[in-house]
């Protein structure tokens, strides 16, 4: 089965940085695109940013354009979301998923995953 195993959450003031990894296996990596979502508490999980398995084209939600990197390391199977300006809107639990890149309308989608990490929580102080 799949399985997506995320780390590197943690405590960061504003304005800091952090490195979250997804650990993959169990599938193919490169038939399969692997995104990055969050959900804070009260709120519907939105996509962050999503790898293409196809070319490796990278997506990212308008709130973290600039800020966020994506990057995909196939020799381990893993797949990083490197944020950097960190701002307190940011905390959430951050999810890795298995699928493929939904994008449209500036949204990335949830429609295009169909497993789930189990996720690593964010937190931003002001």
């Known amino acids: 089965e799949v399985q997506l195993v995320e780390s590197g959450g943690g405590l960061v003031q504003a304005g800091g940085s952090l490195r979250l990894s997804c650990a993959a296996s169990?599938?193919?990596?490169?038939?399969?695109?692997i995104g990055w979502f969050r959900q804070a508490p009260g709120k519907e999980r939105e996509g962050v940013s999503c790898?293409?398995?196809?070319?490796?084209?990278?997506y990212y939600a308008d709130s973290v354009k600039g800020r966020f990197s994506i990057s995909s390391n196939n020799a381990n199977n893993t797949v990083y979301l490197q944020m950097n300006t960190l701002k307190p809107e940011d905390t959430a639990v951050y999810y890795c998923g298995h699928g493929f890149c939904v994008v449209g309308g500036g949204i990335i989608s949830t429609y295009g995953i169909d497993a789930w990490g189990k996720g690593t929580l964010v937190t931003v102080s002001s």
């Open positions: 790898i293409s398995s196809t070319d490796g084209s990278t």
């Open positions: 169990g599938f193919t990596f490169d038939d399969y695109s």
